[in-house]
């Protein structure tokens, strides 16, 4: 079982942004960084295919600046055997990224690709679609369970109202939602091990950017509250405001 | 809640490795994932967590910094980070690891026979057993080589009579490592739980550590095989290099709690509107925020510098002794300065600073006191020792 993970380090959740002078980033001087959390559930599960299945290799790529080899530490620490980092320090759009991992992955052969259903940065749920198209491999996204058995697939995916289940062969491409499974923390001296498992550093193949981004800006300041009142007396008047004013209910 | 960020005015993290981050971000995400959801009841309920105690074991929390028998191998900083980090939860949840890897795997690993090694350091390294330290006596404190918990030969057996107290983990360690006289020497025993005459009472009514056992320990007529005696060990430098080994892990902990305490101030203060504007934007505020991070600033170089010392093998006790004295005096600085600042909210657990403050009466009284600390220096700077 050949299986390769997508990921994509990410700011962690807890630090605050500030924009960079230019108006068209995000100032990473001072940001720590985590991967993204998808991407875990992606990781997580690539461990446990390989697990289960008794035997396999697990690959981590990430297209990223040199610092990224952190998050591929990371990745190595809870199990995955080796990373590929494609060092570029320049934003990309999703179709770059795309392209970069496409040129590593062509030839790789593997079963399967998981990518996190989305990076938790951009939002943009793009890249392990466009990869998928491609190379021509089917694509599941938001998958909530895999089972995987010869040349075939079982997906489970959380959809409104139930879940459905999918079957097909492969070799496939999924993106994973948070209620796949429940990540592991690396241990502290797979930790130190995961220092003598190689990291494949590689030029990226990006091709020219679709888009540029022109501007990045904070949102406007939400207008002030109003009080309406005290106690049960106000609950008329704020349920005429909700409806009436607000148009919420 | 939020994940827990850091303080690290410096940037500090430029000087540490990649392994070292990956750690103490590791211990990080666990504290926020796994302890701080529990913590409050555990202290309100005096109950130490003990659920966590396999994640810790798998994890490679316990003894981190030990070689071989299932231990993780980690350099000073790395253990020291951890050691930061595990306090930033609770001085409890640290305490018990500073126990379980400084004061009982270490003085085994050190002084321990290979029988003793290989029975006991994998068990406390998975934390399938718990370890506690029996050293200080109801009448015996700062002067530990006064103890009167003996040890008589007798035959193939060693006979074990006396009380200790204030042990971390007592009531619910599997085995004890207690320090007692043989012949006049203080040596080192251990005893497996539920060995005849050896019996524990847990210590209740505490104001500080509630997240954590405290116990008596009791040996009447105790009978241990003579193969439990640590034989490495042979007077007070034994427990006195345990004691060390905890101390360095202390002196990064309770960075850890000042850090926790810093941000939640920080926070507040830029939150808390008092007179239509940020409680922050007042001078006397502002004073107290600079303090705090300047003493947090410091105390994190002299743990770096101090760990440095530890892997080239040139730190002394004295050094360690320092590092204790002025990181926790300031850990508890800071928390009381944090509680002032939270207002009446500072008395409550909404806020995790009262439980540090709390926490912090207890760290600066253990593993020597902040006085005890003082006059160690003291002797170093005179070559005088005033408490002799």
Known sequence: ?249 | MDNFEGSDFYILDDLLTEEQRLIRDTVRDFVDDQIMPVIEDSFMNDRFPDQVVPTLGELGLLGANLEGYDCAGLDSTAYGLIMQELERGDSGLRSFVSVQGGLVMYPIHRYGSEEQKKKYLPELAAGRSIGCFGLTEPDHGSNPEGMITSAVDDGDSYILNGNKMWITNGCVADVALVWAKLDGRIRGFLVDKGTSGYSTTKQGKKFSLRASTTSELHFQDCRIPKDNILSGADGLGGPLSCLTQARFGIAWGAIGSAMACFETARKYATSRIQFDKPIGSFQLVQKKLADMLTEITKGQLLNLRLSQLKDSGKMSAQHVSLAKRNNVYWALEIARSARDLLGANGITHEYPVGRHMLNLESVITYEGTHDIHTLILGHEITGIPAYK
Do not use: H
């Open chain 1, 1 to 249: 079982m050949k299986i390769a993970v997508c990921m994509k380090r990410v700011p962690d959740t807890a630090t605050r942004l500030t924009f960079a002078a230019d108006g068209k980033s995000v100032d990473t001087s001072e940001v720590q960084w985590v991967i993204s959390p998808y991407d875990e559930y992606a990781i997580e599960e690539g461990l446990r295919i390989r697990e289960r299945a008794g035997e396999g290799t697990v690959t981590a790529i990430t297209v990223g600046p040199e610092g990224a080899s952190k998050e591929l530490r990371q990745a190595l620490g809870m199990g995955v055997d080796d990373g590929i980092l494609a060092v570029c320090d320049e934003p990309l759009d999703p179709i770059q990224t795309a392209r970069s991992l496409v040129a590593i992955l062509a030839d790789r052969a593997d079963d399967i690709v998981l990518f996190g259903k989305q990076a938790v940065d951009s939002q943009g749920a793009q890249v392990g679609a466009l990869v998928a198209r491609l190379l021509g491999r089917p694509f599941v996204n938001d998958i909530a369970a895999i089972e995987v058995s010869e040349q075939q697939v079982r997906i489970e995916r959380d959809i409104e109202g139930g879940r459905e289940t999918i079957e097909g062969p492969l070799p496939i491409i999924v993106g994973a939602e948070k209620s796949l499974n429940e990540p592991r923390y690396p241990k502290l001296k797979d930790i130190m091990q995961a220092k003598k498992k190689p990291i494949e550093k590689v030029t990226p193949q990006t091709g020219e950017p679709s888009f540029e981004t022109v501007a990045v800006t904070t949102p406007a300041p939400r207008p002030e509250g109003r009080i309406v009142g005290e106690g049960p007396e106000a609950v008329d008047e704020l349920i005429r405001l909700l409806r009436e004013e607000a148009k919420v209910i």
